[in-house]
């Protein structure tokens, strides 16, 4: 349990700011246009990802918060995503009703607001008030009841001013370890297409692997327990990120594709994604009808079609065959016919060979960069946590 200093004032949030004051009326016209803002519009350490332009009579009912700038806005569902951001820019902005709208009294200031909000002490707060499991959530009253520590305004301020200039520091330092990440992914990718643009011989893929050959019969069992690989579950640059085991009898409809051990899944849906993978385990594995599962043939290497699958020529061509537009897809037959470059195959080995090493010396550095901004992020969040509750006071003749 921490201690206060002795000339802080701890008071209900509520005291501090009103909540949910303005809301947009059902007689709006339909055609007003403003940008919406929902959850997964803001993340806790980016703030406002985007907007979502849309007009009142095509907007969804939850679309009905009114922000205006220093207002500070905190999820009251999915409260474990911690989506907390102030609001900088109010011009016909919409929030949804799963935003608890804070807008700061003159006992406290804005921008120290945003940093409790932020700080450990008051997302615990807020997590241990929620109620429901898979959805938690908190109504607008539980947590206008949590309390906000108060020290004198004009502490408040130079808290504030603090916070701004060490976390805005921080943010440009992950900012930057961010962009070397992203050209090191681009740097990675270009070795991968270098390396097998190379030959001259296209056949198309059906030839170069079978599709989809084994299927989880619906005789299965149902106490037969296995390992799910979904869309959401494949990232191109991590591969295979995790699974869901469950049993057959519960299971979704497109749990039934069976893989092997040196298959590649492609993603048959929502193309853009690019959820490409090479099976290392498939002990009880099942993957999504969303994927295409490519059993290569014996006069081809695994890995190096797995490479080939992740190049940018062939995930192009990929896209430019795919129908739909929200919801990109392509038919297996189709993407049976795309064209593969095919080397012989002990070079299919060299090239597969060199990819390791070089694909692993990236991956090696990415992660390292990976583990400084988790440090940077964590350093941010102590820095909040620290000042926000008096372990640490700001300079003497700031304050």
Request: proline share 6%; hydrophobic share 35%.
């Amino acid at each position: 349990m921490y201690k206060l200093p002795e000339h802080w004032k701890v008071a209900p949030l509520k005291y501090c700011v009103t909540i949910n004051e303005n809301v947009l009326s059902e007689t709006t016209p339909p055609d007003y246009r403003f940008r919406y803002m929902d959850i997964g519009s803001v993340d806790f350490y980016n703030g406002i990802l985007g907007y979502q332009e849309i007009e009142f009579g095509s907007s969804p009912s939850r679309a009905r918060r009114i922000v205006k700038k220093r207002d500070v806005i905190v999820s009251t569902v999915r409260t474990y995503l911690k989506a907390i951001t102030a609001i900088t820019d109010d011009e016909d902005v919409i929030v949804s009703t799963g935003f608890a709208v804070l807008s700061p009294k003159t006992i406290i200031n804005p921008i120290y607001l945003t940093y409790f909000c932020k700080s450990n002490f008051f997302c615990d707060e807020v997590k241990r008030n929620s109620y429901g499991t898979s959805y938690p959530a908190i109504s607008s009253s539980a947590l206008g009841c949590l309390a906000v520590n108060l020290p004198p305004e004009p502490e408040q301020k130079a808290i504030a001013d603090l916070l701004a200039d060490k976390c805005g520091k921080t943010d440009a330092l992950i900012e930057n370890e961010e962009r070397i990440i992203d050209e090191l992914k681009e740097y990675k990718k270009s070795i991968i297409y270098k390396a097998v643009t190379k030959g001259v011989s296209n056949v198309p893929l059906k030839h170069c692997a079978s599709i989809n050959d084994n299927v989880l019969p619906e005789t299965t069992h149902p106490d037969y327990r296995f390992r799910y690989i979904d869309i959401g579950s494949v990232d191109f640059y991590n591969g295979i990120m995790g699974y869901q085991e469950m049993d057959f009898a519960n299971s979704p409809s497109r749990a039934r594709r069976l893989v092997r051990k040196g298959n590649i899944i492609v993603s048959t849906v929502r193309t853009y994604l690019k959820a490409i993978a090479e099976i290392i385990d498939d002990k009880d594995v099942v993957v999504s009808t969303g994927f295409a599962v490519l059993s290569p043939k014996p006069n081809v290497n695994p890995r190096y079609l797995g490479y080939f699958c992740k190049s940018d020529l062939f995930c192009d061509e990929v896209e430019r065959n795919s129908f739909g537009t929200s919801y990109p897809a392509i038919s297996s037959s189709l993407l049976g016919s795309l064209s593969v470059i095919l080397p012989a195959l002990a070079e299919q080995q060299k090239i597969a060979d060199y990819l390791d090493i070089k694909t692993s010396e990236i991956d090696n550095l990415i992660t390292l960069k990976q583990q400084k901004i988790s440090e940077l992020k964590e350093y941010k969040k102590s820095l909040i946590y620290e000042y926000v509750t008096g372990k640490k006071e700001p300079p003497k003749d700031v304050t």
